[in-house]
């Protein structure tokens, strides 16, 4: 069993850019990269899928760079998370679920200790496995860091999500 996850804010994104942000497939949830943004750079607050849905909703082919990247590292790196925390809830899962995060780092030295601030803040033991990669940029201009993550889905929802 496979299901698709789009929550209505990244609707754009599925349509324009062909993927999902997550797929349910066995009892696991595979999310895909995720960059902290906003309309204007500014910082959203605890929704963290109002920048993709503000710059992308209505817009046909919508270029990366109608995305824009929160421009606070640390508010960047929780809007991420935000985000991360919104597309688990659209399935009955939560940050406590995930199982697996592999975080791709713009200048990894320069940000990691507030990267590693933020993520203490909403991954919380028993902690998941995590690899921390640096590359040279993202796809979303302006970012600094990218999570992809993998959580188990609830033993309560499997069976109304993915048979089982």
């Known amino acids: 069993m496979r299901k698709t996850i789009v929550p209505a804010a990244l609707q754009a994104v ?14 696991m949830i595979y999310c895909s990269g995720i960059v902290g943004t906003s309309p204007g750079g500014e910082t959203p607050g605890a929704d963290g899928l109002k920048g993709a849905e503000s710059t992308l909703q209505g817009a046909e082919d919508a270029p990366l760079a109608a995305l824009m990247t929160v421009r606070d590292p640390e508010a960047q790196f929780a809007t991420a998370f935000e985000a991360l925390k919104a597309i688990l809830s659209e399935v009955g899962a939560g940050l406590s679920d995930v199982v697996e995060i592999t975080t791709y780092h713009v200048d990894i030295a320069r940000h990691m200790e507030t990267f590693m601030r933020v993520k203490d803040r909403y991954l919380t033991a028993p902690y998941p496995a995590w690899t921390a990669i640096g590359v040279s940029e993202l796809i979303v201009p302006g970012g600094l860091m990218e999570i992809r993550a993998v959580a188990m889905l609830p033993y309560q929802v499997r069976s109304n999500v993915d048979g089982g």
Request: net charge negative; glycine share 8%; no cysteine.
């Open 14 to 27: 599925y349509d324009n850019w062909h993927f999902a942000p997550a797929v349910v497939a066995n009892g």
